[in-house]
């Protein structure tokens, strides 16, 4: 009965003196720490802070000793005393130089964001092209004077500018639903490359916070709610290339801080008609931190660009001697675009167990792009050129309460989201020009109008190993549009609900491997011009998506990824706006390997690799005919780079692009390319950065953006179908100096 009583005594000792502790990393500059690692070394329970730099660790008694690290910081030991029991533990983290490793694979579904996180540390972005690089795996290219949004490559889509990849900022949508030049039209050139602090991605359709576009992925951009420090910078390089940027402190203090950022740019480009690229970014930023860890930030930017483009020229006068690789069929291509934003973030933490976060946002986009892509095919005696107009206003709302709690001895992580998007389009139009001067004909003119409703419901069950993450989506849609060039006023619209159902299942080995199995239904919505003429018919065609893979740490120094995923698309209509019409695709399906590999060599040196691997083809085609046109099978970048060996940094970056086909039976071949870039920086004393940038180091001919086209020139007999092509940019270096103070 004595030992008996002993070990009640003990047993209950131990219950009540075993205790939880919950607090908040925080950086210098009062900056939450996401993602770092909490390890109580005496009860070898452990923890990671969420978002918000929020933490609770379980199974916790005075003495004992917590080992907290994070990737970018300089690991503690925190003893525990008993007076930091009962109160949030808040604790700052010193910044030190990258290692590998620091990185902790997270138990959650897009664990991978660690790869950006190390990507900027190591490499920090100068280009808005630079931006959408540092997600792996996708693959960019410019086809319009640099004025018009990216053409996106990913996991064996050609996305276009945004079809199946939805793309954010601080919250607001990129994505333009109903865009006059294509559905889901993603411009990114309004984010000052400087000014990014976070990218978070995932690939497939696995998050329930992502609706409309999230079928290859989605790609969230955060930005600085500080600067450590102010920013002048100057370049100057070939073709014109001149950019200035000014980046200033207003206000620095522990409650609050605003600052302001501006960037100007000119190109000329390589062409030999001049690309006169003119862009202008505004930005400015206030965050205010009050009590009970509640933050609230404003952002306000605006952009405008004009410029002149050569177009996508054929093969065949090329290789006639008609023009040069750099030369233009039509060189009155071109246009303008702009946006300004107003965006409200707000995050509070209700209790040690949960948070709230919510956005509002508010922009007015502007449009107007001049395009000739068939020459004479339509008119023998002006030529087709037309003109793409849009003026936009947009609003939206997201919300999002995350809540931690214990089921037994089960995890419980819940996240419930709500919100809205509308878009009032005014002025959509397609017409038939002259010279960028006269409207031969109105071929579509209307006012567009596209509302979505939607709210979501995820949770995290935490079983041993294992985490279960179910979840489900609920989207709610109403597209509108009045045609103007009706006699008669007709405001048609049409509803349409999509549920998107969510399943994944993580295993953590331990913090160094985690494997993982994702599924998810997701969809992508087509233009509300579609939608009203379907009356609603396959508007919303689901995307179904599998991934299997893990992430590994074989040692300190190395870190990989890898997943083999599917991905089935059902039949939908696609709106090609660049002539005005419907085009059934039918069902899609692609299959294949993601592998990744980041390597630190030693302090200063550091080697990536990304590689997608894709079969992609059409389902109601022949073998033969099923080709999905310009779909990637194979696709790589990655580098190698140098940072912190004494004064100096810089690196040497590469991308692939293989062959793929231009058409439905494969007889006409997009020519792949292998690009390599450098740079090379130098730290002199007081601030001063001097630094110098290689584009196509190795001066390769090739093409950034081809299409397979049926066109006609001015004197030929009959259309041709071929390749036509953006000619990637020649041997192109640049200068710069930076002062930082």
């Given at each position: 009965m004595k030992y008996v009583g002993m070990l009640c005594c003990f047993l209950l000792f131990g219950k009540m003196t075993a205790q939880e502790i919950y607090g908040k990393l925080i950086d210098e500059y009062n900056r939450p720490i996401e993602g770092a690692y909490i390890f109580n070394m005496n009860s070898e329970s452990h923890a990671h802070t969420n978002e918000m730099g929020m933490f609770k660790i379980k199974e916790t008694s005075p003495g004992d000793s917590l080992k907290i690290g994070a990737l970018g910081f300089k690991k503690i030991s925190v003893p525990l005393r008993e007076q930091d029991f009962g109160k949030s533990l808040n604790l700052v983290l010193q910044e030190t130089a990258l290692e590998l490793g620091e990185v902790v694979i997270s138990p959650k579904t897009n664990a991978l964001s660690v790869l950006s996180k190390i990507d900027l540390m190591v490499q920090p972005v100068g280009s808005s092209q630079e931006i959408l690089q540092k997600v792996p795996g996708l693959i960019i290219g410019q086809h319009a004077g640099g004025g018009k949004a990216e053409q996106l490559f990913l996991r064996g889509f050609d996305i276009d500018h945004g079809t199946d990849i939805a793309l954010t900022v601080d919250g607001m949508p990129v994505n333009m639903v109903s865009h006059a030049h294509g559905q889901g039209y993603s411009d990114l050139h309004f984010v000052i490359p400087e000014t990014v602090e976070h990218i978070d991605f995932d690939k497939g359709p696995y998050n329930t916070?992502?609706?409309?576009?999230?079928?290859?992925?989605?790609?969230?951009?955060?930005?600085?709610?500080?600067?450590?420090?102010?920013?002048?910078?100057?370049?100057?390089?070939?073709?014109?290339?001149?950019?200035?940027?000014?980046?200033?402190?207003?206000?620095?203090e522990k409650k609050e801080n605003a600052y302001v950022a501006a960037e100007l740019l000119r190109f000329d480009g390589p062409f030999e008609s001049s690309q006169n690229f003119s862009r202008i970014n505004l930005f400015g930023k206030y965050t205010a931190r009050f009590k009970e860890n509640t933050t609230l930030s404003t952002s306000i930017s605006y952009f405008t660009s004009t410029w002149d483009a050569s177009g996508q020229i054929p093969q065949r006068a090329v290789d006639a001697g008609l023009i040069t690789r750099f030369?233009?069929?039509?060189?009155?291509?071109?246009?303008t675009t702009s946006r300004a934003n107003i965006n409200v973030e707000f995050q509070k933490q209700l209790d040690k167990d949960s948070f709230f976060k919510a956005n509002a946002y508010l922009g007015k986009y502007d449009f107007n792009l001049f395009s000739n892509f068939t020459f004479f095919l339509e008119d023998g005696e002006n030529g087709d050129q037309i003109e793409q107009k849009e003026s936009r206003n947009l609003f939206g709302l997201n919300t999002v309460i995350n809540r931690n709690m214990e089921l037994g001895n089960t995890n419980l992580a819940l996240r419930i989201g709500a919100g809205f998007r509308y878009d009032f389009v005014e002025g959509n139009e397609l017409s038939h020009t002259l010279n960028r001067r006269t409207v031969l004909e109105n071929i579509q003119l209307g006012d567009v109008t596209e509302t979505n409703l939607y709210s979501f419901f995820e949770a995290n069950y935490e079983f041993g190993?294992?985490?279960?993450?179910?979840?489900?989506?609920?989207?709610?849609?109403?597209?509108?549009?009045?045609?103007?060039?009706q006699e008669n006023y007709l405001n048609q619209r049409v509803k349409k609900t999509r549920l998107s159902p969510k399943l994944n299942l993580l295993f953590d080995h331990n913090d160094n491997l985690q494997f993982f199995l994702k599924s998810g239904i997701g969809f992508h919505s087509n233009d509300s011009r579609v939608s009203v003429a379907q009356n609603g018919k396959e508007v919303l065609p689901a995307a179904y998506g599998l991934d299997l893979g893990t992430i590994f740490r074989p040692s300190p120094k190395w870190f990989a990824n890898m997943a083999l995923w599917y991905l089935y698309l059902d039949q939908e209509f696609v709106y090609v706006g660049d002539a005005g019409i419907v085009e059934p695709s039918g069902r899609t399906e692609r299959y294949g390997m993601d592998f990744g590999l980041r390597y630190q060599i030693n302090n200063w040196l550091y080697l990536n690799s990304d590689?997608?691997?894709?079969?992609?083809?059409?389902?109601?085609?022949?073998?033969?005919?099923?080709?999905?046109?310009?779909?990637?099978?194979?696709?790589?970048?990655?580098?190698?780079?140098?940072?912190?060996?004494?004064?100096?940094?810089?690196?040497?970056?590469?991308?692939?692009?293989?062959?793929?086909?231009?058409?439905?039976?494969?007889?006409?071949?997009?020519?792949?390319?292998f690009i390599v870039d450098m740079n090379v920086n130098y730290k002199l004393d007081k601030g001063?950065?001097?630094?110098?940038?290689?584009?196509?180091?190795?001066?390769?001919?090739?093409?950034?953006?081809?299409?397979?086209?049926?066109?006609?020139?001015?004197?030929?007999?009959?259309?041709?179908?071929?390749?036509?092509?953006?000619?990637?940019?020649?041997?192109?270096?640049?200068?710069?100096?930076?002062?930082?103070?």
């Open positions: 916070g992502k609706g409309n576009f999230a079928t290859a992925g989605h790609v969230d951009f955060k930005t600085k709610n500080l600067l450590e420090k102010n920013t002048v910078r100057f370049e100057y390089g070939d073709f014109g290339w001149n950019r200035s940027l000014g980046m200033f402190n207003l206000i620095s030369g233009a069929i039509d060189d009155t291509e071109g246009g190993k294992f985490t279960l993450v179910p979840g489900v989506r609920l989207d709610r849609f109403e597209f509108g549009y009045v045609d103007a060039l590689l997608t691997y894709t079969k992609a083809r059409s389902v109601d085609e022949p073998s033969g005919s099923d080709y999905i046109p310009l779909a990637p099978d194979l696709t790589m970048s990655g580098g190698v780079t140098i940072n912190g060996l004494n004064k100096l940094s810089g690196g040497i970056r590469y991308r692939y692009l293989d062959d793929r086909p231009a058409n439905e039976d494969n007889s006409i071949v997009a020519e792949g390319y001063l950065v001097l630094g110098v940038a290689v584009q196509n180091l190795f001066d390769t001919a090739w093409n950034e953006t081809q299409f397979a086209t049926v066109s006609r020139l001015r004197n030929e007999p009959q259309p041709i179908e071929e390749i036509h092509f953006t000619p990637g940019n020649p041997f192109f270096i640049k200068g710069s100096i930076q002062y930082t103070f």
